[in-house]
């Protein structure tokens, strides 16, 4: 099996990301890759949507990473990560929540200030892992 190699890319030309992303991803080696579905604040053990961001960030994340450990991968398979906040106040407490998960881990990653699914929920991730 190859070794799975993630390079970032970081044009000169542009901006130094800030926080923990990168501007691109090259993976190789790659024999895998899974794609998780917008991951939502919910899960079967409380039976309801958490009320604060907070609360629901760290379910959403829970429930991305437990996605990927079904596929026997983790934080450091991710190459690209797609967040949907349903408000801009969000973000500032989405990336220190994102950074506590991914540590020092950067893949791609975009972040979109729109409608949720469900009013009660404030925020979707979805993301695509390699290995």
């Known amino acids: ?24 991803v090259q993976v190789d ?18 039976g309801r949507v958490p009320e604060s961001f907070e609360a629901q960030c760290r379910m ?3 429930n991305v990473l437990a996605v990927l450990a079904e596929a026997g991968m983790g934080v450091r398979n991710l190459v690209k990560v797609t967040t949907y906040l349903s408000d801009r106040q969000f973000r500032t407490l989405n990336s220190k929540i994102r950074e506590e998960v991914l ?3 950067a893949p791609a990653l975009t972040i979109i200030i729109c409608d949720i699914y469900a009013e009660n929920w404030l925020l979707e991730i979805e993301a695509v892992a390699m290995a």
């Not at 070794?3 to 992303?21: D, Q, S, V």
């Not at 080696?29 to 919910?42: D, K, L, N, T, Y």
Request: net charge neutral.
């Open 1 to 24: 099996m190859a070794k799975l190699a993630i390079e970032p890319l970081n044009p000169a030309i542009l901006p130094a990301a800030a926080g923990n992303y990168t501007h691109g």
């Open 29 to 46: 080696g790659a024999q895998r890759m899974v794609f998780v579905s917008g991951q939502v604040p919910w899960g079967n053990e409380h």
């Open 60 to 62: 959403v994340w829970r």
């Open 103 to 105: 540590g020092d881990h």
